[in-house]
């Protein structure tokens, strides 16, 4: 599904329910507040629909029904500690951690703990943290490690979905090339999402503007813009 059918089937319901005119701006930022709201709800909900078993604070466990959707963003990364050895800095487009592993001393995962037990679980005189067992804490964008591993470490995450843009020029006809904050501003940026998470992120957008959907409205307006091509 493109960014131009979905602009053009959030536009045909504000239309239809609201009688009000969707201006791109508003429809860039509210189908991105609808992405992020709906990417929550996969990773973070818990409610055994769509959803990881934990969220971003708590580390990441990828459940089965959740493999299709998410897979597109799914990634690695081979992180290199700064000077004190054991601080990792986070990719930029990090949204949530699934796993972490030394990629030299050890190749199981890193156990996760919170920062008010990190001192405890250093200091447990019966079962402490060791190279071959380490421990690790998530600390604003940084991975802390413990002990010293001696290298690098390497990540699987979930990276931020790509900011959807419906774009155009100041004659508002849309532009499907890809955009570029210097070399194209005026470009557009395609959903990632397969068509299936994206009617539920359309629902979520209309519902931020304040419209409550009967059950076939979806599925009728996305016809309609079919039919009338793009």
């Known amino acids: 599904m493109s960014i131009n ?32 709201q709906y990417l929550n709800y996969m990773t973070e909900d818990g409610s055994g629909h769509k959803g990881l078993q934990s969220g971003r604070k708590q580390g990441t ?3 089965t029904p959740v493999v299709e959707s998410l897979s597109i963003f799914m990634t690695e990364a081979t992180l290199t500690p700064d000077g004190t050895g054991y601080i990792y800095t986070q990719p930029s487009d990090l949204y949530t951690t699934v796993s972490v592993r030394g990629e030299f001393v050890t190749t199981k995962p890193l156990r996760r703990v919170t920062e008010d037990k990190w001192m405890s679980y250093i200091n447990d005189p019966i079962d402490p ?26 990540i699987a995450y979930i990276k931020l979905p790509a900011t959807m843009r419906w774009g155009n020029g100041n004659t508002l006809v849309y532009d499907s090339s890809t955009y570029n904050a210097i070399s194209n501003p005026n470009g557009s940026t395609q959903p990632e999402w397969n068509e299936k998470d994206m009617e539920d992120i359309i629902y979520r957008a209309i519902g931020i503007i304040g419209i409550n959907l009967k059950d076939n409205d979806l599925k009728m307006a996305s016809q309609l813009v079919k039919q009338q091509g793009e």
Do not use: C, H, W
Not at 13 to 27: I, N, R
């Open 61 to 63: 466990l990828i459940t």
């Open 129 to 154: 943290p060791t190279v071959t067992d380490p421990i690790y804490v998530e600390i604003g964008n940084t991975y802390k490690v413990y002990p010293l591993l001696g290298g690098n470490i390497r």
């Open 5 to 36: 059918e979905v602009y053009k089937i959030v536009s045909y319901l504000v239309d239809k329910y609201q009688g009000t005119y969707l201006s791109p701006d508003d429809f860039n930022m509210v189908i991105n507040m609808a992405q992020r």
